[in-house]
């Protein structure tokens, strides 16, 4: 018989660390957060030390932490039913393929739900070469897809090296419209969009009688929140109709509000022929994908088997959830202050880019932001590397740690901090966050040169 002998917080802890795996990291000397619950905006730990919730969880807990509307949701689905197989159809499932249909533009009109972002992409990609007929798949270096194999490999997040000689096989990688770090050395006010012109170059020389469909981002996360020049995507959409090509949009961190509007898609007036989301969709309460179609995409198949599936497609409960969260988006206003929050955000770090020279860049769109810190503005070398090596992490380490002592929880990446917080959040708290971000950076401060 077990005797529990230790502290309960120290059990759980080492419960953890001895029976589970964590993700991208070494399993040995990590120190991870005990989290007890969470209320609106903050995290709180088994001792009741509060912490602010910056990234949203991993830019996914949008509604906010412990939303009571969706426990009940999901409660009363779950006495109704939990589990379906996908031939079947439940209310929540049509109910909330309704609601996607209203708030997606154009006409995407139908959803295939998936289980995770991931699934959603790769999902996407198979779509993409089922309904062209067309085998290859164009995607950005710096932009992240999720962690399956085919989504790593579309993606171009250097995570994916380790396990990259078992890459699925057709993905084409361009270059990034970087702005802060143009790859042709051009300024976004005088250039001639060569990061345009750099993907019909690509799609030439691959033939475009071979590419099924460019996979980008909504908006920019996880990579840096690389901001697109105002008329990127809409020139990329004219590409795609010139070579018929299809467009896939990545709205997985992107999508339901974050960027101050239900797709950042919404904010270039583009319309994809697909979106592939998550996150979101279920504020993270629940594991719950969507790749949701065009109408014309969808009638191709009318006559045609839809050859892709998941056990836990539509699962009903996930449905019930999903459901839930968008109707909160809109009885709380959470897109309209997702808007607003995000432009107090930019001017509060307009001051602290007076007061901290490390701050190289800071690109937001609503809730979705990054600040990229440099060694010296001039020069903008970075205080960490792109695919920084441990011992080059040393500066941002300590950065990072600042950050959780003084009680925030936020996504800090080699020279990155990320400002994505819950769409909940008020002004004060944006307050808060920023002091606890610039006490951090002053630890920066004194490495600039």
Request: glycine share 8%; proline share 5%.
């Amino acid at each position: 018989m077990h005797t529990q002998t230790t502290h309960p917080v120290k059990e759980i802890i080492q419960d953890n660390l001895d029976f589970t795996l964590f993700s991208w990291s070494k399993q040995k000397g990590i120190d991870p957060i005990a989290i007890k619950y969470g209320e609106g905006v903050y995290l709180y730990d088994y001792e009741e030390k509060r912490y602010l919730d910056f990234s949203s969880g991993l830019m996914n807990v949008n509604i906010g932490h412990g939303n009571q509307r969706v426990t009940r949701a999901v409660a009363e689905q779950m006495q109704q039913i939990s589990y379906v197989t996908p031939s079947c159809v439940t209310g929540a499932r049509g109910l909330l393929g309704k609601k996607l249909a209203e708030i997606s533009p154009g006409n995407l009109t139908k959803t295939l739900f998936t289980v995770c972002g991931a699934t959603a992409i790769d999902n996407a990609i198979k779509l993409a070469r089922l309904y062209t007929g067309k085998h290859k798949i164009i995607a950005r270096y710096r932009a992240y897809h999720g962690a399956s194999y085919g989504a790593m490999t579309a993606g171009g997040d250097p995570r994916k090296l380790p396990s990259d000689a078992q890459q699925m096989p057709n993905v084409v990688h361009v270059e990034d419209p970087y702005c802060y770090r143009c790859p042709w050395g051009q300024e976004i006010h005088s250039c001639k969009r060569e990061c345009v012109d750099h993907i019909e170059r690509v799609i030439q020389f691959e033939g475009p009688e071979n590419i099924a469909a460019i996979l980008l981002e909504g908006e920019s996360g996880s990579s840096g929140c690389i901001k697109y020049p105002p008329d990127y995507l809409k020139k990329v959409r004219a590409l795609c109709d010139k070579y018929n090509i299809l467009l896939i949009a990545d709205e997985v961190m992107s999508g339901f509000g974050r960027t101050g509007r239900w797709f950042a898609v919404d904010l270039h007036g583009v319309v994809p022929d697909m979106i592939a989301t998550a996150k979101g969709i279920t504020a993270g309460y629940l594991p719950l994908g969507a790749l949701i179609v065009s109408d014309k995409i969808a009638a191709h198949f009318d006559d045609k088997p839809l050859m892709i599936g998941l056990t836990y497609s539509a699962h009903p409960v996930s449905c019930a959830a999903g459901l839930e969260v968008l109707h909160i988006y809109e009885d709380e206003n959470l897109i309209e202050n997702a808007a607003a929050m995000g432009k107090y955000m930019e001017q509060r770090m307009e001051e602290l880019k007076r007061k901290h020279p490390s701050i190289g860049d800071f690109r937001n769109t609503g809730l979705l932001g990054c600040i990229e810190l440099v060694k010296n503005r001039e020069t903008k070398e970075p205080m960490a590397p792109f695919n920084a090596k441990p011992a080059e992490m040393e500066v941002m380490n300590k950065v990072a740690a600042k950050i959780k002592e003084l009680g925030m929880y936020t996504f800090v990446r080699w020279n990155y901090i990320f400002t994505c917080p819950p769409l909940c959040i008020t002004e004060e708290q944006i307050d808060e966050g920023l002091d606890i971000i610039s006490q951090a950076i002053t630890l920066a401060d004194g490495h600039c040169n």
